[in-house]
């Protein structure tokens, strides 16, 4: 038996080897730890499979596995799109042991593989596809342990002895093509003697050509590239970075410069925490209205932590936040829930509502943008001050497809787009309505149509001429509209700045500039300055609204008759707000270690407010919203999201702009229209469906077609059954073996304990004694048997596959396709499979009464 | 300006609405219909026309543009169907057929289908309601157990509630196997189960609000809960149990899609008002309605299964005495043309198709409308989308003038549409 350097680092390895050498024994005797990667972009065909020139990146992989790539970013951390297609080579050395060897070669496209210099196996060309209509392909061939192709890859195998000695294994492969999607899909290399499984080429740690290896190595990959990805994007604008601060500091001396409002002057008092109850207090007090005392300190954590991670508070936030001294509980709570990751998550269905982000995953033709939903996961993870935020949007660069604030750009089938986008911006940034200009002069605002067109041939960065749809038709001795016309179809407008009434042009400290369009920039520039008080007032106010549950200004994207309630405390906002580099956080822990944020709820009904609610004596009291309604009940469940890859084109052979892959969601903020419009149910994604249809529910909007500000997402009957009976609801109360109640109910603890646990886990509470009492009963007489005997429990119980990855557009015509998808539907709303270590009694009487607290309305309603 | 008739039909489908001096006079007849509720069978892929409601000379072959079938003798004098349409052709005295829809999305599938859900292109500034959500919001149900609005199909943006909101919205099954999304408990959840934990939940539910009494949006919470599980109830579900009906009349209706129109007609005896039947069942020939290529070879099995449906419903809708107040719709999102691609399918074609229109109080044994010698061109008497959307709502009593408010703006439920006055009276 040789040494094998690579196997045996670690005395655990040793071991390992010992036992498995006689067997399985790696034939590889010493190599390089890591295999070379290098990519080349802009080849000539020629060249695709022999680049030449300089690479763009070069980085190692512990294997030659491929299912990631890293992604390029400009120096404004945009992600870029790449040359179509580009080329990735991969290089190992390695010592082997002389013998015959079988090689595979897995792609779906174009590569070729060399050991010593000589070519061996190639693949072919991925051929772009635009055909519906095909068969679907045969189910993959059974490759014993291997795992089994997934079409269209394709296997090229080659068996040959080599020599003892060193070998150099190259391989380069074409990924992507003109406007193909850039993924390698699952390209690897592999290698066997006879009578062993295949095996990566690479390093100690290559896996086995297995499901499990493979897909064990494919998750590691993907998350290190997204660790490597985020890092790389944060290094590369560290100039931008640089330009951003400095802006800040100008404004900041010429807005200290300039007097701020004036702090009411009421006398200290227990209802006073900072500077914003001052505000808040005096107007109370002018009305003689007593503010609302506090809430409990769980009711405030519970409140919190929706508000700025979307999710109820895990088990392990409510220990350390019992565990703080009393007086610096909350104060050390806001601290920690501000800087937790899911920040970014919290926000983004709020701003995915303003800014319209509307992406269709097949052929999107219904006003569709691209899905920026990335751009705003990346610039509120990454702390961008939100003027930086509103002028990367209006700059629209980067790739479409990723994500970036090009996406915001596209409006399909809209054919004025630039006026569309025109209006979001100006709802969401300035609070001007435009919508009704589109079409006519807006009757109830001060706005006319040409304003609107103004401000899109800016955007559009030349005239507009106005599109016959955006006009009101006038009939011939017709009643003369009740709207006032002043364009005419076919006019042209001018790229003008277009409210002189309302907000000067004036650029105060110019922001960093990443756009060749001098319109875009100059409105952008205008927007965002600081002498322009609206921007950062309409900013403030709607942070203050998705905690107060109301605006200063109850009409978040229209202020044409707007009166704030407390103008004073909204310049005081605004102007910390600009101060402190248009920080979100710095406002939002204003607002959060405020008094008046930590009250109990207004009783009264949010539409109605009385006085004492329109004063904010305590903030509204608010139901959860969509994504937090199934973010924390996975949360509470201990369960991932369960969803398809959100891609009707898994085979990557489409226009990726027609077939957009959204990835896999992980947060209920990435789920989106499954754009079935064609109703044909080999189209259908049956998990995604159980997630979307319990958000729809809650008010989620499958489409968004034009900006909204708030959502309609009253309570309603079909809410209950959504989540009392939806298979989203079901898989979240099933105790499957990935349960975390069940791995709870399979310990050695109390039932009471357990019950108590539930408690906290799902309303952050314990259980009044009438309820733990009631729970108990329930349980009691399946409790003590409940665990299955480890003998009697059904192990190595197939699971069975859940996604067919055989089905997609090419071939969604065939009925099988059809008769797939449909079993799909009825095994989806069958829930997870239960788990067998639990006798069933026990297992369903416990569901029940996990199901009987989450369908609470306690749950579902924010304290 | 001089127009020619062309030019007028030109505009019309370009912009969707005729100009004012060739409209028809005010929707008098509007509003006066006596529907009260509506099966819209949802054609999905675009259902040719001449190979369906408007035969033409049958092609000779591939490169002889006509129907891909014969033609029959109806009901109806002067109207003639698709061979594959007896059941239909034998009622044709109660079916009106528009035989002149027409719009300008010749494409994209699903903005087509959109517009015939809608009645408009997505503007951007706001999301139009689906025909089923205007016709929820304007009517209601009939019994506050039961919803007013559910589809047979797969749950998308043209059939939303739009900016009516979530309370005009709809409860949806994709298989009649697995029932209605939401509504059923999950499988493995018996009456029994059912009942112990309801009765858990309203201990819970109660202590609740009697911890928070005074707490409007508490009550509201609580309210809702308790009128879910109500509407889960038995009344409702019982309906979508076609056990129950006697298995002579389920075998009459025969295929998946028959079940789906048997449960349409229990669902508007149970009290709602617009059930969407989406016809999907692109096994049949392989591709659905959306015939290119050698999708047409098996098309006469959709048309079979979809005349056999029709009937059935009809004189089930008679022997329950539902048939003058329910108004069945065959709608598709455009037509295909005579001409033949290059495997002998067809293509798309929206500036002329046919929509079918039976019960409710509408006038049948008649065409209106007709198209040239191989139905592409209109020939007399365009019907625009709003004019569609203007008859059905006429049909049902509602004003397709009557302005909805996107908050403020007002917004009228159809963009000028008048209806087809011929169908009633």
């Known amino acids: 038996m040789s040494f094998h350097r690579n196997k045996c680092l670690t005395a655990f390895h040793i071991v390992g080897c010992m036992v498995m050498a006689s067997f399985i024994a790696s034939p590889i005797v010493a190599s390089d730890e890591a295999v070379q990667i290098r990519l080349f972009e802009d080849q000539s065909e020629a060249n695709w499979l022999a680049p030449e020139g300089v690479p763009t990146f070069s980085y190692t992989e512990p294997a030659f596995g491929f299912t990631r790539i890293p992604v390029s970013f400009t120096s404004n951390a945009l992600p870029l799109d790449r040359s179509w297609p580009f080329s990735l080579e991969a290089t190992m050395t390695t010592v082997l042991e002389a013998g015959e060897y079988q090689f595979r070669l897995r792609s779906r496209a174009l590569a070729v593989f060399a050991v010593d210099g000589k070519s061996l196996l190639q693949t072919k060309a991925l051929a772009p596809n635009t055909a519906s209509h095909e068969a679907l392909p045969e189910a993959p061939a059974d490759l014993g342990p291997v795992r089994a192709l997934h079409a269209p890859h394709h296997d090229a195998v080659i068996t040959l002895h080599l020599d003892a000695g060193e070998h150099t294994f190259l391989l380069v492969a074409v990924i992507g093509g003109k406007g193909l999607s850039p993924t390698p899909g699952e390209l690897s290399v592999s290698m066997a003697r006879a009578g062993e499984i295949d095996r990566l080429i690479g390093g100690k740690d290559a896996p086995l050509l297995t499901d499990a290896g493979w897909e064990g190595f494919a998750m590691a990959q993907d998350l290190r590239h997204e660790r490597d990805d985020i890092a790389r994007r944060r290094a590369s604008d560290d100039a931008v970075e640089k330009a951003w601060a400095e802006r800040h500091a100008k404004i900041r001396t010429w807005m200290e410069s300039r007097p701020g409002p004036t702090v009411p002057d009421v006398a200290d008092s227990d209802s006073i925490f900072n500077k914003v109850d001052r505000f808040i207090n005096a107007r109370l007090a002018d009305a003689s209205i007593e503010p609302l005392p506090l809430t409990s300190d769980t009711e405030f954590l519970r409140r919190l932590s929706l508000d700025t991670t979307g999710l109820v508070p895990s088990e392990k936030q409510i220990e350390s936040f019992l565990s703080e001294p009393a007086e610096l509980r909350r104060a050390t709570a806001i601290e920690r829930f501000l800087s937790d990751d899911s920040w970014a998550d919290s926000w983004i269905p709020y701003w995915q509502d303003v800014l319209a982000e509307n992406p269709g995953i097949l052929k999107p033709d219904l006003n569709n943008t691209g899905p920026f939903r990335w751009y705003l996961h990346q610039a509120l993870s990454d702390g961008y001050s939100y003027d930086r935020i509103a002028v990367e949007l209006v700059e629209m660069e980067g790739s479409l497809a990723k994500g970036a604030p090009a996406g915001f750009s596209m409006a399909s089938l809209n054919d004025a787009p630039m006026a569309a986008k025109a209006d979001i911006l100006s709802q969401a940034f300035l609070a001007n309505k435009l919508s009704c200009a589109r079409c006519h002069d807006a009757p109830f605002h001060p706005f006319k149509q040409k304003d609107l067109f103004s401000m899109a041939a800016m955007l559009e960065g030349k005239p507009i001429v106005l599109p016959e749809s955006s006009t009101v038709p006038v009939r011939e001795g017709g009643r003369q509209p009740f709207v006032k016309i002043t364009l005419k179809a076919g006019e042209s407008i001018d790229p003008h700045w277009p409210f002189e009434d309302v907000m000067r042009d004036i650029i105060v400290a110019a922001p960093p500039r990443n756009t060749s369009v001098d319109s875009r920039y100059a409105l952008a520039s205008t927007m965002v300055s600081p002498a322009n008080t609206r921007f950062q007032r309409v900013i403030v106010n709607r942070v203050w609204a998705r905690f107060m549950g109301a605006g200063i200004v109850d009409s978040l994207g229209d202020w044409s008759k707007a009166t704030p309630t407390h103008p004073e405390l909204l310049d005081y906002l605004a102007r910390e707000f600009v101060i402190n580099g248009y920080d979100l956080k710095h406002i939002s822990r204003l607002i959060l270690s405020s008094h008046t944020y930590q009250r109990k709820p207004d009783p009264a009904d949010p539409k109605s407010p009385g006085e004492a609610g329109e004063l904010f004596a305590g903030p509204r009291r608010r139901y959860m919203s969509a994504e937090q309604v199934v973010d924390s009940l996975h949360l509470v469940a201990g369960k991932s999201l369960d969803s398809e890859e959100l891609n009707l084109n898994p085979r990557g052979d489409r226009a990726l702009r027609q077939f957009l892959n959204m990835g896999t969601p992980k947060r209920a903020w990435e789920a989106t229209a499954l754009s079935n419009e064609r109703d044909r149910p080999s189209l259908a994604l049956p998990r995604a469906q159980a997630i979307v249809d319990l958000l729809s529910a809650y008010g989620w909007q499958q489409s968004r077609q034009g900006p909204s500000s708030a959502r309609d997402d009253g309570p309603s009957p079909m809410q209950t059954l959504a989540l009392a009976n939806g298979a989203t609801g079901t898989r979240g109360v099933r105790l499957s073996d990935d349960s975390f109640f069940t791995h709870l109910t399979l310990q050695d603890r109390s039932l009471d304990e357990m019950i108590d646990t539930v408690f906290l886990r799902a309303l952050t509470r314990q259980p009044t004694d009438a309820e733990r009492t009631m729970m108990v009963g329930y349980l009691e007489p399946y409790f003590a048997d409940r665990v299955v005997p480890l003998a009697d429990r059904d192990i190595g119980l197939a699971k069975g596959k859940k996604t067919d990855s055989r089905v997609s557009w090419a071939n969604h015509f065939d009925p099988e396709s059809t008769r797939i998808r449909m079993e799909e539907e009825r095994n989806v709303r069958m829930g997870d499979m239960p788990t067998d270590s639990l006798t069933t009694e026990f297992r369903e009487h416990f569901e029940d009464v996990v199901w009987a607290i989450v369908n609470s309305p306690e749950f579902t309603t924010i304290p | ?425």
């Open chain 2, 1 to 425: 300006m001089k127009l020619t008739r062309r030019d007028v039909l030109k505009t019309a489908a370009a912009g969707m609405a005729v100009p004012a001096a060739f409209a028809a006079p005010a929707a008098k007849l509007a509003a006066q219909g006596k529907a009260d509720a509506c099966i819209y069978i949802w054609l999905g892929g675009g259902a040719g026309h001449i190979d369906t409601f408007d035969p033409k000379r049958r092609s000779k072959g591939p490169d002889d543009p006509g129907s891909y079938y014969d033609s029959i003798a109806t009901a109806a004098r002067d109207i003639r169907l698709c061979e594959h349409l007896p059941g239909v052709a034998a009622r044709m005295d109660r079916c009106a057929l528009l035989r002149t829809v027409s719009h300008d999305i010749n494409s994209q599938h699903g903005a087509a289908s959109n517009l015939m859900h809608t009645g408009r292109k997505p503007s951007g500034t706001i999301i139009y309601p689906s025909v089923g959500s205007i016709v929820s919001n304007e009517l209601g149900s009939k019994s506050d157990d039961v919803p007013a609005y559910v589809v047979m199909g797969y749950p998308n943006i043209m059939r939303d509630p739009g900016f009516l909101g979530a309370k005009n919205g709809y409860v949806y099954l994709t298989q009649i196997e697995t029932g209605p999304t939401g509504l059923n408990p999950a499988p493995d959840v018996t009456d029994d189960r059912q009942k112990r934990r309801e009765i858990l939940l309203g201990r819970l539910r109660a202590d609740y609000l009697a911890r928070n009494d005074n707490d409007a949006i508490v009550r509201a919470k609580a309210e809702v809960s308790e009128q879910g599980f109500r509407m889960a109830g038995p009344q409702f579900m019982n309906v979508f149990d076609l056990e129950s009906e006697s298995s002579s009349l389920r075998e009459a209706y025969k295929s998946e899609f028959g079940q789906r129109c048997l449960l349409a007609r229990r669902l508007v005896g149970a009290g709602v008002r617009f059930v969407e039947v989406s016809f999907n069942l692109n096994f049949l020939n392989g591709t659905g309605w959306d015939v290119h290529q050698d999708g047409i070879v098996k098309q006469h099995l959709l048309i079979q299964d979809l005349d056999h449906a029709i009937a059935t419903l009809i004189d089930d809708l008679e022997r329950n005495n539902l048939f003058d107040r329910t108004m069945i719709v065959v709608a598709t999102e455009f037509g295909r043309p005579a001409e033949f691609d290059a495997q002998g399918g067809r293509g798309h074609q929206s500036g002329a198709f046919s929509t079918l229109f039976a019960g409710g109080g509408i006038r049948g044994g008649q065409a209106v409308g007709e198209t040239d010698e191989i139905g592409e061109t209109i020939v007399d008497r365009q019907t625009t989308v709003p004019d569609y959307f203007a008859t059905l709502f006429g049909a049902m009593g509602i004003d397709p003038a009557k302005n909805l408010y996107a908050s403020s703006r007002p917004v009228p439920i159809t963009d000028h549409g008048q209806p087809v006055e011929e169908l009633f009276g």
